[in-house]
């Protein structure tokens, strides 16, 4: 049986793994893995422990979900549509070595190193809720830094209205990505003043450690007020673009799933509402609680849409 | 048909009741995982639909392996899956709606989905309770035409298992795939019957 984690166990800074090391390390272990030489775990599997401060002040004071939860109930349809696909099916993933793409409207663009693009960001542990546009929830201790921080570094020009995402293509480790349940590879983007935002985080852990395959290693977006779709995985593309780019989600059903996808009780998806939802954890007797506003941060967000009908650009 | 074919089909049907049960209680590993009312609700239906679809089949199999005896299970495989469909339908009513009637008949109103499964659902009450061999009795002719609300309520309860999809449509799709197949026989069946009756009738 899994042990249950210990949340309060905070590592010494002796004992944490620089980031670069850790990446390097998981190079090693990939190359070992898929030589067959060790077999690869996920059933027992966590991640690296990551240096990182807790922010009180942008945390939630909701205690979190497990992170036996958090990390076998996922969406993840790169692996699998099952809920526990993506923790059973992602072991051949190798999330090192990492690359991603900056490209579009900025001044710095190119083929960055994954360590190279996150060093000198500080890590800090954001404890945000996460509303699945499926009309259920999770409390997550994310790690990572403000996306703005990010962009500010790669120097987006006036052109820059939106910022796209696009997740890694790789139907060899991805068996999900051989069926057409949505065009691969999955893309999603927000506005610039969605991503500059500092709720808005590039998360690279969770749980004081590195994340898992199934949660979107090494490296995804975590947008806590939007539906949990918009938080794409995997990412190895940042494009900055004039125009509103393309969402996997509304490209599979537009009438359904839209760009804006911001948490709202008031407009329902088309075939369930939208108003209440079931947070995950609760056991067979727990209620449904009803839906926040913009996920409970309405009054960090709401300003960023005063004037936008919210039941059309949904 | 051997006598011990209608206890063994009983047990068999009861088996992935007694599975939820220890997965909802939670004996050993079996759990129902991170969002039980979900897993359970959809089970319930999963299975209900599996057996009303295994019902279909029993003419179909009696007739194209000349086993009329086949039709004695009929019976037990309906009132098996109205019973897991009552139980799909009572867990959503108690375990995720909590009883909020309001909150329900808004749903049944505004979501189309409910409101194909709650009509499939009822429809296969009046099958339910005229199932005994009293009932066929009284009704004779009539028993059977309220009966053919089979067909409805199957094809509701297709429609309802695809709409409430979020992504993973292969079940609904195999279901709706293999209610096809068994009506189209009907059909087909029906057409030879007739044809065959007019052939042995002269025509005046």
């Known amino acids: ?314 | 048909m051997p006598r011990y074919a209608k206890p063994a089909l009983f047990v068999l049907c009861c088996l992935p009741l007694l599975w939820l049960t220890l997965r909802a209680i939670g004996v050993g590993p079996l759990q129902l995982g991170p969002n039980p009312v979900a897993t359970l609700i959809h089970a319930l239906g999963s299975w209900g639909f599996r057996l009303l679809l295994l019902t279909l089949c029993v003419s179909p199999a009696a007739v194209i392996w000349r086993k009329p005896a086949l039709l004695k299970l009929r019976r037990l495989l309906g009132l098996f899956s109205f019973t897991y469909l009552t139980l799909h339908f009572l867990t959503w009513l108690i375990l995720d709606q909590w009883l909020s009637w309001s909150a329900i008949a808004r749903d049944i109103i505004k979501r189309p989905y409910i409101t194909v499964g709650l009509a499939a659902l009822l429809m296969l009450v009046p099958l339910a309770v005229t199932s005994t061999d009293r009932w066929l009795r009284r009704l004779g002719r009539r028993w059977h035409r309220l009966h053919s609300l089979i067909y409805p309520a199957a094809i509701l309860g297709a429609i309802h298992f695809w709409w409430q999809v979020k992504a993973d449509w292969r079940e609904p799709l195999l279901c709706a795939l293999i209610l096809a197949s068994l009506l189209a026989w009907r059909v087909a069946y029906r057409h030879r019957q007739t044809r065959a009756n007019r052939q042995r009738t002269p025509s005046h």
């Open chain 1, 1 to 314: 049986m899994r042990n249950k984690p210990q949340v309060t166990h905070r590592p010494l800074p002796s004992e944490i793994t620089p980031l670069a090391t850790y990446l390097n390390r998981r190079q090693v272990l990939a190359g070992l893995i898929a030589s067959g030489l060790l077999a690869g775990q996920q059933a027992e599997a966590r991640g690296t422990p990551l240096k990182y401060a807790k922010n009180p002040r942008m945390s939630l004071k909701e205690s979190s979900n497990s992170y036996e939860d958090i990390t076998t109930y996922n969406n993840f349809y790169e692996f699998g549509v099952d809920k526990t696909d993506p923790s059973e099916n992602s072991g051949k993933f190798r999330p090192a070595p990492w690359t991603v793409t900056v490209s579009g409207e900025a001044a710095v663009t190119g083929r960055f190193a994954l360590e190279d693009l996150i060093k000198p960001h500080a890590l800090e542990e954001r404890i945000y809720r996460l509303r699945c546009v499926e009309a259920w929830s999770m409390v997550i201790p994310w790690v990572g830094f403000p996306l703005g921080d990010l962009i500010k570094r790669l120097q987006p020009t006036s052109r820059a209205k939106y910022v796209a995402f696009k997740t890694v293509m790789r139907p060899s480790e991805m068996p999900g990505q051989r069926f057409p349940v949505l065009e691969w590879p999955y893309v999603e983007g927000l506005r610039m003043d969605e991503a500059m935002h500092p709720l808005t985080l590039m998360a690279v852990g969770l749980y004081g450690e590195t994340l898992l395959n199934q949660n979107g290693a090494p490296l995804r977006l975590v947008v806590p007020w939007k539906y949990g779709f918009k938080g794409i995985k995997s990412i190895v593309e940042i494009r900055f673009t004039e125009r509103q780019p393309p969402t996997s989600w509304n490209r599979s059903a537009p009438n359904e799933y839209g760009f804006y996808a911001n948490v709202n009780p008031a407009v329902d998806h088309p075939r369930w509402s939208q108003a209440t939802e079931r947070r995950i954890g609760g056991g067979l007797f727990a209620p449904r609680q009803p839906t926040l506003p913009f996920n409970g941060y309405a009054a960090q967000v709401a300003s960023l849409y005063s004037g936008l009908d919210l039941t059309r650009n949904y």
